[in-house]
């Protein structure tokens, strides 16, 4: 076999179209857009090359035919958070050979390891973590937009790798056409309406000014939290330019507390319903089949991606109090009947609370999987974060 660095043309397009014949057969994958993949790995686009650094890899065998791929990785703000320097691996795709398996990773370990790390996570992405994150290991089912998918046994080609289980992610999954529980809305109305609340959607008009309000609700959600780095603006002015097309200002809400912003809510329509249909291609008629797929309703799913309240207010209840509003603008829209509440870690037991107060029912299981290099350590759970 032979391990071969994608840095031209033609290792490029092999590094696309090896998926390709993983999932020739599984009508559950969504090709994604390869030019969204590769502005993952381009310093002009990426902005996690600021304080990082990234490398990718295709593997042939012997007749010359590619058999898999990875990519590795380093955040350097985040890799100092962790008890030991921590990189990443992620993009692989691998037939089900377990010497083809060895030969990526260890070849992402060697290069982790050059660059001073003493661990490496994955399948991670390299910038945010709401895609391409999580090795899929339950609840094979039509991949949702930015939702990893693989194949079952790439478990067994980690595991038998070495790695293990870092956390787990939970998605739950909602029947839009069911009422919610009469308790949550009895709860959600009464929020709802308190006078000092104020609910807001999005509106591109005021993007500034929801920019500043959600690096603020960011903040006081998360800062306390293990891992934490703060957003820059100018990334989530760029995520929202990139993503007009497919971003609905009536699925982003934020809550205030009088004119203080306490809490925000990002839903995104399940664009992978369509993007099934363009086999990972946006050329001119891609973008002409797009709009008129999206024009006739063609996704009736969502993905909720993102939920945040600020530490001060999240015994208050006003996640409810969101959804409340939410509720109210999705009765305009009846081709969405199914909701995806994803990226409930197990080590966040109030997003899972919240998430089954709603009636939304445990769909799917990814894993966040680390391996140590030095091979007597092992590998210590993320810590649950406190229901107080």
């Known amino acids: 076999m032979q391990l071969i660095e994608v840095n031209d043309k033609s290792t490029r397009k092999q590094f696309h179209t090896f998926p390709y014949s993983i999932y020739k057969n599984d009508k559950n994958w969504a090709a994604p857009l390869q030019g969204m993949v590769e502005a993952i790995f381009d310093p002009e686009k990426n902005k996690t090359f600021r304080n990082g650094k990234a490398i990718r890899w295709i593997l042939q065998d012997d007749n010359r035919q590619t058999v898999g791929r990875i990519a590795a990785f380093i955040n350097f703000n985040l890799a100092k958070t962790y008890n030991q320097p921590t ?99 009895k709860i959600a109305g009464w929020i709802a309406k308190k006078p000092q609340f104020k609910f807001k959607h999005f509106d591109f008009n005021e993007t500034d000014k929801f920019v500043k309000d959600f690096c603020e609700v960011y903040d006081g959600a998360w800062s306390s939290h ?75 799913r969502t ?27 999705m009765q305009k829209k009846p081709q969405y009947t199914e909701v995806e509440l994803s990226w409930a870690g197990d080590f966040n037991p109030k997003v899972i609370a919240l998430y089954e107060a709603t009636g939304a029912k445990k769909a799917k299981t990814h894993y966040t999987m680390r391996f140590m290099f030095d091979r007597t350590k092992k590998v210590t759970k993320a810590p649950i974060i406190g229901m107080d």
């Not at 993009?91 to 060895?102: P, T």
């Open 87 to 185: 990189g990443c691996c992620g993009f692989f795709e691998c037939i089900d050979n377990q010497e083809a398996a060895n030969t990526l990773f260890e070849a992402a370990v060697k290069w982790n390891k050059e660059n001073g790390m003493e661990a490496m996570d994955g399948p991670m992405n390299f910038g945010e973590n709401f895609v391409n994150h999580g090795l899929l290991v339950d609840g094979f089912m039509p991949q949702g937009y930015g939702m990893p998918y693989n194949p079952k046994y790439y478990e067994k080609l980690y595991r038998n790798f070495g790695f293990e289980v870092y956390f787990e992610q939970y998605c739950f999954h909602l029947d839009y056409t069911v009422p919610f529980p009469e308790r949550f809305w």
């Open 226 to 300: 293990e891992h934490y780095k703060p957003l820059d603006p100018e990334d989530l002015l760029d995520f929202i330019t990139e993503s007009k097309a497919i971003l609905d200002p009536e699925m982003i809400w934020f809550a205030y507390d009088n004119e203080k912003p306490i809490a925000m809510f990002v839903m995104l329509p399940d664009i992978n319903q369509i993007l099934r249909k363009l086999n990972g291609k946006l050329n001119f008629w891609g973008i002409l089949k797009f709009l008129y797929y999206k024009k006739t309703k063609t996704m009736t």
């Open 303 to 329: 993905r909720i991606i993102l939920m945040g309240v600020d530490a001060k207010y999240q015994r208050s209840g006003i996640e409810s109090g969101i959804f409340w509003h939410q509720n109210k603008l």
